[in-house]
């Protein structure tokens, strides 16, 4: 059985030249992977304005996502990573959560960084979508995102949702927080508004690559 860890992070930026710095290093991330004992995949992702679902970015928000080989090497790199500490050090707010995958399919940039264990069945679910739009069809993509993101607030169950991404309009992904796997599955397979959304995929073909993981949350960032 799998040891992996998948850490999500999200950091809040006050004043210009914080900001500043947290582009910067995004920008970074495309040309510096992040390197570290144990992690086998990093993204730094921007973060959309608004509700997060939206095709301009958030510039006092970015997230972090890592994937460990177990819940040590997790804990090694947040506490010693020196690009890490940096960044965080220009952060005014830091959030997130250490999951394990318990469901998922699809690839990110052509692999499955995730290994699929069994569910230990207790704390929230995180659920991440992850695409890469083929462009021309990006428009209608957004027409339809922006009209069924609006329901999600105040959903029941829901605890957290952001849309994050690589490059914007085209690399998009969602993760969204939930208190059970009733409360996810009554919004994604049920709802009047995302129901359709789910149907408009496979008719349309919007994606060029997509992923779909469930996450078990273990850890809680204090």
Same mark, same amino acid.
């Given at each position: 059985?799998?040891?992996?860890?998948?850490?999500?992070?999200?950091?809040? +930026?006050?004043? +210009?030249?914080? /900001? &500043?710095?947290?582009?910067?290093?995004?920008? &970074?991330?495309?040309? /510096?992977?992040?390197?570290?004992?144990?992690?086998?995949?990093?993204?730094?992702?921007?973060?959309?304005?608004?509700?997060?679902?939206?095709?301009?970015?958030? +510039?006092?928000?970015?997230?972090?996502?890592?994937?460990?080989?177990? /819940?040590?090497?997790? $804990?090694?790199?947040? #506490?010693?990573?020196?690009?890490?500490?940096?960044?965080?050090?220009?952060?005014?707010?830091? #959030?997130?959560? $250490?999951?394990?995958?318990?469901?998922?399919?699809? *690839?990110?940039?052509?692999?499955?960084?995730?290994?699929?264990?069994?569910? =230990?069945?207790?704390? =929230?679910?995180?659920? %991440?979508? &992850?695409?890469?739009?083929?462009? !021309? #069809?990006? =428009?209608?993509?957004?027409?339809?995102?922006?009209?069924?993101?609006?329901?999600?607030?105040?959903?029941?169950?829901?605890?957290?949702? #952001?849309?994050?991404? @690589?490059?914007?309009?085209?690399? /998009?992904? *969602?993760?969204?927080?939930?208190?059970?796997? @009733?409360?996810?599955?009554?919004?994604? !397979?049920?709802?009047?508004?995302?129901?359709?959304?789910?149907?408009?995929?496979?008719?349309?073909?919007?994606?060029?690559? @997509? %992923?779909?993981? &469930?996450?078990?949350?273990?850890?809680?960032? $204090?």
């Amino acid at each position: 059985m799998s040891d992996q860890i998948i850490s999500f992070r999200f950091l809040s +930026f006050q004043g +210009f030249a914080n /900001q &500043r710095f947290a582009f910067a290093e995004m920008g &970074r991330s495309f040309v /510096q992977k992040w390197e570290s004992n144990g992690l086998s995949f990093a993204k730094h992702l921007g973060v959309g304005a608004g509700n997060g679902f939206s095709i301009w970015p958030d +510039f006092s928000s970015y997230a972090f996502l890592g994937v460990f080989d177990n /819940q040590a090497a997790s $804990d090694h790199f947040f #506490k010693t990573n020196t690009r890490w500490l940096t960044l965080s050090s220009h952060s005014s707010e830091t #959030k997130g959560w $250490d999951a394990v995958a318990i469901k998922g399919h699809g *690839t990110w940039n052509g692999s499955n960084p995730f290994s699929i264990v069994e569910d =230990p069945g207790n704390g =929230p679910l995180l659920v %991440m979508t &992850r695409a890469s739009i083929v462009w !021309y #069809k990006s =428009p209608i993509f957004w027409f339809y995102v922006s009209h069924a993101s609006k329901y999600l607030e105040n959903r029941a169950g829901l605890l957290f949702a #952001k849309g994050v991404g @690589e490059f914007p309009l085209i690399e /998009q992904a *969602t993760l969204s927080l939930w208190d059970s796997s @009733e409360s996810l599955d009554s919004f994604a !397979y049920k709802s009047k508004e995302h129901a359709p959304m789910i149907k408009k995929t496979r008719k349309i073909g919007w994606y060029s690559e @997509e %992923m779909f993981t &469930r996450f078990r949350v273990v850890k809680v960032l $204090d």
